[in-house]
């Protein structure tokens, strides 16, 4: 079954400073990747789908990269701002699988 | 813009009613889910539907039920509300398996 990990499980940063959070799953047969960020009390907004088959995919400061047979992505963030204080999630979808398996999140504080 | 709307986002109900939470998305997409989020568990699928009257087991579907009669429509339903159901529960959307998911805002439910 696989299993999704992201570590740490909360991170303080003073702002400006580049950042990366951390993905790791257990098994590398899988059909994408996705990152998500939720705000307190809401829902969950899509921030970047990584095929299989790709190695990267940028939005604004925003870099998400994948490397499938260690099992692992990271999400940079770039110039960080207060703004982008939230947890951030990243979820899999398996080769056969409709669902995804999510980890439990990096909840992110950019201090001012 | 992608809308998944949740019916409610607070709710309290009592232990053994009969509960509904309306999910409805306004893309047309053909695949639609239901989460259920807890501190410490994270993000579990209870049920999700990849068609019209079409549903599949998530990993926990014990004590629910979901009904979709039309495609923008999915509601999850508890058959007899227990505290163990008192989470927060979010809709999600896709165009297809392939691609990702929209989430709706969420309904904080409380089981008194």
């Known amino acids: 079954k696989q299993e999704v990990t992201q570590i740490p499980a909360a991170l303080s940063v003073p702002e400006g400073e580049n950042l990366v959070l951390n993905c790791s799953f257990t098994d590398s047969a899988i059909y994408n990747l996705q990152w998500f960020r939720q705000d307190p009390g809401k829902g969950l907004t899509s921030l970047l789908l990584?095929?299989?088959?790709?190695r990267e995919q940028t939005s604004g400061r925003l870099n998400a990269s994948l490397d499938k047979s260690s099992g692992r992505s990271t999400l940079y963030i770039a110039a960080s701002q207060p703004g982008d204080s939230a947890t951030y999630l990243c979820a899999v979808r398996g080769g056969s699988a409709r669902q995804l398996t999510f980890g439990s999140g990096t909840q992110l504080t950019v201090l001012p | 813009d992608v809308k998944v709307t949740q019916s409610s986002r607070y709710l309290v109900k009592r232990t053994g009613e009969k509960v509904f939470l309306e999910c409805v998305q306004d893309m047309d997409h053909e695949n639609m889910f239901w989460y259920r989020q807890d501190p410490g568990l994270g993000l579990r699928l209870i049920y999700f539907s990849y068609d019209v009257k079409m549903k599949e087991k998530g990993d926990i579907p014990e004590g629910y039920s979901v009904s979709r009669e039309k495609k923008e429509r999915f509601s999850l339903i508890l058959e007899s509300a227990s505290t163990n159901q008192t989470s927060m529960y979010l809709c999600?959307?896709?165009?297809?398996?392939?691609?990702?998911?929209?989430f709706g805002d969420g309904t904080r439910l409380s089981i008194l």
């Open positions: 990584i095929q299989s088959s790709q």
């Open positions: 999600a959307s896709s165009l297809t398996t392939v691609q990702p998911q929209h």
